[in-house]
C-alpha cells in the first residue's frame, strides 16, 4: 500500500510539474524580448504578442514565426542610421517598423513544419498578419501577404518582399524550433529580415512617403506622423495592427479620426474595458471593426456641427458586427462624443494634412451592452468591456435577488420601452442592511420586494440621463413606486417615496469608484451625477453609467436610496445579533437556498432574463 501511494504521489508531482512548465511557456512577446532586444516592442504589440488567448489559439490551430537574428537587427539599425531612417523615438517610421514589421514574420494558424519541406520540393506559401501596400500581391516581384518556404540543398529558405534584392532569408541550422515556447508556437531563427517591401529603403520610402495623396506636404503632418508625434502613438500601433493604416494614409478623402490618447487606451486594456490583445487572437475583424468606428471618411471636423450631434458617419467600421451597433458616433456641442456604448470626452484638435486628429479621453465602442453583459460578461462582451462579475454576485444573495426581479419586471415592460436599473454596490447592500437592522425592521422577503422594485424604473430611459450630464442644473424624475405597505414598514412616520438624478458639485472620489469593482466594470470617467432619494441626509453617488441596448440605462450607485431617514433603534450588539440571524437566507424571489454554486446559476439565468428583455 505505501509503494503504491508513494507510485501515486510521483505521479501527481511529475503532472504538476508538466502543468507548471506549461504555464511557464515562452510566448511571442517572450521570444522578442528575449531573443531581439534591440527591437524594442511598443506597449501595444507587448500586449498583442503576450496575450493568452494567443497562446490559446497556437495550442489550438498552430503558429509560425520567424524571427532574425540578434545580429542581423544590428546590422538593419547600423544600415538605418547611415541612410538617416530613424528606429527609435516618437516618430512614424519608428512606430511602423517596430510594430507593423513583426506581423509580417507571424503566421497564425500555420501548422507548416519546415523541418519536414523535402530537398527540391514544391515551395510552401504562408499567409503572415502584416498588411503593407509593397507586399499586395499584384505588385511586381512581390509574393503577397505572406512569405514562401522551400527547402534547397544547403538549406531551409524563405522567399519575401525583399527576396530579389536582398535575396531569401536563410533559417539557422540546424533548422530546429526554438526550445520552451508555448504549445503550437513554433519559433525559427532566420539569419537575415524578412521584408515585405524589396528593402529597408523600399519600407522607409513608404513609411516616409505616407503623407496623403494631395497632400504635399511630408509624412509627418500625414495622419500617421501626426499620431506618432501627438501621444496618440498606441492608436496609430492599432491602425497597422488591423490593416487599417493604408485606407487613410495612401488616400485623398478627409478624415476625422476620433483618436484616444495613449493613456486612455492603456487604462481601457488594463482594466478590461477594450481588450484588443484579446480581440487580435480570436476576432480580429471585430477589432478591425472597433478601430475603424473611430475614423469618420469624407470630412475634416474642428469642432461639432447640427449633422454630426445625429450621427458622423460613414466611418470605417466595414460590416456590421452585430450586437446591437450604433451606425456612426455622435459629436455634441458639449464637447461630448457618444459611441454605442459609453462616453468620451474631446481633448485636442490638431490637423493632418486635409484631415483632422480629435483626441479622446476614452476609445469608442460601437456595440450596444445589455444588462447581462454589464454584470456577468459573455462571448461578444468580453472584448469589449464587460467585467466578470459573476462570482462577485454570487457572494451576494441580495444581487441575485434583485437581478431576477429585474428580470421579471421587464420581461412584463411593453416591448421597446426603455428601463433604467440602479445597482448598488456590494458594500451599498452590507451598509443598507446594517441600518434596516439598526431601525429594528424585519430583514424578510418582503423588504427586499420593496427595495428591489424601488431600484427599477420602466419607462426611464438613457437619453434622460444624457441631458442631466450635459446640464447638471437640469434633474430628472425616475418613474419608481414603493408600495404602501412597504412604505408604511420602513417610514412609520411618512416619507417621500421619490427618486430623481441630478448634476453633483463634483464627481465621484476615486475611493468610491473604486468599491464598485466588485460588481461592475466602472467607465473610464466618473459622470458627476447623484440620486436624490427621500432621506436628506443622505448622499447617493452615481458612480458609473452605462447606456444599455433599447435606450435604457444602468446607474451604478454607491448607496441604496431611501425613502426617509431610517432611525437608530437598537444596539451595536443588537444589529449583529439582527444581521447573524439573517445570514445566509436568500430572498425566495431571487436565489433559493443551495450554495454558492446554486447562486451562482440563478444569478447567471436571472442576467440572461434581463438580457433577452433589454435587446431590440
Known sequence: ???????????????????????????????????????????????????????????????????????????????????????????????????????????????????????????????????????????????????????????????????????????AEPVEPLPGTCPGLNVYVVEEIPWPCSSLAALATEIDNASQNGCRRNADTAVSGALAVGGHRDFLQLLVATGLLPSVDKTSTPFTVLAPTDAALESAAARGAFKYGELFATNRTLLAQIIGYHIVSGQALKQPNQQSAERMTPTLMAGNPGCGARVGPSWSADGIIRGGRGVSRVGRISEACHST?????TPLLPCCSTFEGLLEGNKISDGLGAGHNLSAIAQAPQLQGFLAHAARLLRAAPRREPVTVLVPSSQAWKNFLRDVARADIPINDALYDAVFGWLVAPGSSWEEVEQVMADPKQSSELNVSLQETAEARLCPDGGRPRLAVTGAPAAAPPAARRRLAGVAAPPAWAPGLRIVDGDDTSTVAVTGVESTCGGGAVLFVDAVPRPCQLPALLSDAQVAAALAAAAGEAPANGAAAGGRGAAAAVAAAAAAAVAAALVL
Open 1 to 171: 500500500m505505501k509503494l503504491q501511494l508513494a507510485c501515486l504521489m510521483a505521479l501527481l508531482a511529475a503532472s504538476a510539474a508538466r502543468g507548471a512548465s506549461a504555464e511557464a511557456c515562452l510566448t511571442a512577446a517572450d521570444v522578442f524580448e528575449r531573443e531581439l532586444p534591440g527591437l524594442q516592442l511598443s506597449p501595444v504589440f507587448k500586449r498583442i504578442y503576450g496575450n493568452p488567448a494567443l497562446k490559446a489559439r497556437a495550442r489550438e490551430s498552430g503558429g509560425l514565426l520567424l524571427i532574425p537574428t540578434a545580429e542581423a537587427w544590428d546590422a538593419v539599425s547600423s544600415v538605418a542610421g547611415m541612410q538617416n531612417i530613424n528606429l527609435k523615438g516618437e516618430n512614424v517610421t519608428a512606430a511602423l517598423m517596430t510594430g507593423g514589421l513583426p506581423l509580417y514574420w507571424l503566421a497564425q494558424d500555420s501548422k507548416l513544419d519546415p523541418r519536414t519541406l523535402p530537398i527540391g520540393g514544391p515551395p510552401s506559401r504562408v499567409e503572415t498578419a502584416a498588411r503593407w501596400r509593397c507586399s499586395l500581391p499584384e505588385k511586381p516581384g512581390s509574393v503577397g501577404y505572406g512569405m514562401v518556404l522551400s527547402r534547397r540543398a544547403d538549406g531551409v529558405y524563405a522567399e519575401h518582399g525583399g527576396s530579389n534584392s536582398e535575396g531569401p532569408a536563410r533559417l
Open 357 to 361: 486628429i480629435v483626441s479622446i479621453d
